[in-house]
């Protein structure tokens, strides 16, 4: 394209703009919706564009006592003006893809160059403006610089004046998604004429998007001056995009392909109305998305007294465990000093769907003295805070919260999802009311049902530790007796209510210290119910004490030395398919999968055991029972050897959390301390407990994926990590050929939209 084709009227004062491909491309930004517009019929005021390419060009041959180009340029300026023949005064714009703080204002009432020279000459009005305009893409706040060929297609527009009075409105409401034209600040609109319903509708339909637009109205005449895209809520962007199907103007797939998955998480969850005048006491990481205002509390008890009372409150710890779930159930947010993403706090924040932020630094808590400090404010129970899970962000007092609005819509655009999506979508869950939430939601199965989380209360934790500690053979037996009884109902339940769908089975995979007694009062509580001196149970948690339990006796390992968990939860988990599969009508999927493997040989070891019993059972023999087994993969060399492993299994799980531990060599629970420095000083671009390492970890299971597949080609393939949540990591796994995902309940939504959009 010549230098002279880049400058070009869009919306001529006479006729309708003839554009080139190539010239279509330069469009950008208000220039594209001019053109629309001018090219559908609408009144539109005259409009020319010329490239930076073009100005300077324009420049370098004044320089030279050229005049060919300037001819041209005189030619389109030409364009400006109407059948009477009389030179319009001019206004001057930027028309950048996105906004920037640094772009200069339009420049209105510019006169019309008396001579050619005008035209071009930078001292005066109209050659000043354009050269203003063009300065102004190269400053401003969070500028960043471009290639040179981008820098050389930035482009200005010189536009009529049009008469009348100026007005703005919204193609959609900003709340409600529904088609306008609706006020911008929400204060009442003018009285339209009728006409700016069908620049409302086409200007919805050529953008696909909410749009501010600038009209002039004269005489009940509408002329379309431009128009920029209007940021609005999630929910707004979701009705929009239903009722744009609806009208026609798109298909369910444009639907399904432009709606954007990482804001789908606000449509779950509340979120803070505004935060003007308020600045957050700290930030730290926003690992489950929500907002929450309430009373802090310090411990899971006084969670559950407020709770019981009607009372919002935020759980406030320096880090949560086992004993603290019940709390954290009852809390309406949760703030910990440590921990990141895959923490304790992180998993099970989400999986209950509470707001959480985690890692914040400045925040220590004393239980002792009933305090907690972030930065140098002290807070005691009962002040308040507001916590925003999506961003981090930490307020002192009550924030204003806006409750999701999506009626009917997000259902469709799921719907309309599924019809295209070939990976199935699962859960993470390990009770009935999370069971129930998933399935709400769209979940095709369980994924991972973390066998240690059934015993997070207070009765199972005890039995639970009489079995770690009991060093009286008979003791633990009646022990893992009870443990049995616990977890048949556990899995009777979730077979009954998952009714036919897949539910995986992880064996048990605790790091033994997260259900070890920590504080001077469980020590004293443990022993008592043990039969133990105090003193004797010290001595026991010190001999058993690991330095880093999470690369510890957890896992396969506790199954091959303590053969009789395995007994137990194999037995529970056969009991519970039998009282299930006698009350419904679909047979049970059970799915067992041992965790923390790294040699074939654990596996052969597993799975000799968990096949015995299952056939001992008489479940497998009819129809009623459909039972696989299979291994999570969350060790670099279980990766290496997935085709030992393969032979071995009917499938394979990514635990992408433990996997991204193990692959980098970072504690995911001590990260938060250094990953942000990392990611601010350029070092990781990405949290890559946030989104998979494409890289390193998403190299390892491309790795595990075709071993194992050519060693089994009947393998099928699961993520059950916390990437299942993440749309990044989502479109990397979908071009890895996997089966299924497997997410936090209010996570698959995003999962089911993403997947699909991989898909398209």
Partial sequence: MSLAQEMFAIAPAMGKANLSASQLKLLSGKARWIFRVGEAGFPTVPTIALTRAAWEALQAERAHKDVRLRTHWIACLFKLVDKEGKPPVLVVRTSAATHNAGLAPAKLGIAAPTSPEDSVDPTRPLARAIKNAFESYGFGQGWTARPDEDRGKQIVLVQAVADGEVEQFLTRNATTGVLGPAPVDGSMLPHLPESVDALVALVDAKSGRHMCVTVAIKRGQVVFLSARPSQVSAAADLEAAVDRVNRKVWSAHNAVTRVDPNRMAQLLHPRLKSTEGAQPVAVGLGVSPGAASGMIVFNPDDAARLRARGKHCILVVNETGPADIEGMKAATGILTARGGMSSHAGVIARITGKPCVAGVRTLSVDTNEMVCRIGDREFRPGDRLTIDGSDGSVYAGTLPLAQPHIGGAIGKLLGWSDASRTIAVRTNVETVESARTALSFGAEGIGLARS??????????????????????????????????????????????????????????????????RSDEEIEETAASLGLAVRALRQHLERIAEVNPMLGHRGVRLAITNPEMLQMQMQAVMAGVRAASETQNEPVVVEVMVPFVSTASEVAWVRERVHAIANNSGLLRGDRVKFSFGTMIELPRACLRAGDIAHMVDFFSFGTNDLTQTTFGISRDDAPTFLATYQRKGVYERDPFVTIDEKGVGEMIQIAIQRGRAANPKLKIGICGEHAGDPASLKFFAGLGVDYVSCSPYRVPVARLTLAQASA
């Fill in 452 to 517: 240690e989380h059934m015993f997070f209360s207070p009765e199972r934790m005890v039995a639970l530790r009489r079995v770690i500690l009991s060093e009286d053979e008979e003791d633990r037996s009646r022990a893992i007796n009870g443990l049995v009884d616990f977890q048949t109902g556990d899995y009777s339940a979730l077979f009954s209510t998952m009714q036919g769908l897949p539910v995986t089975v992880r064996l048990f995979d605790p790091p033994l210290h997260e259900f070890l007694p």
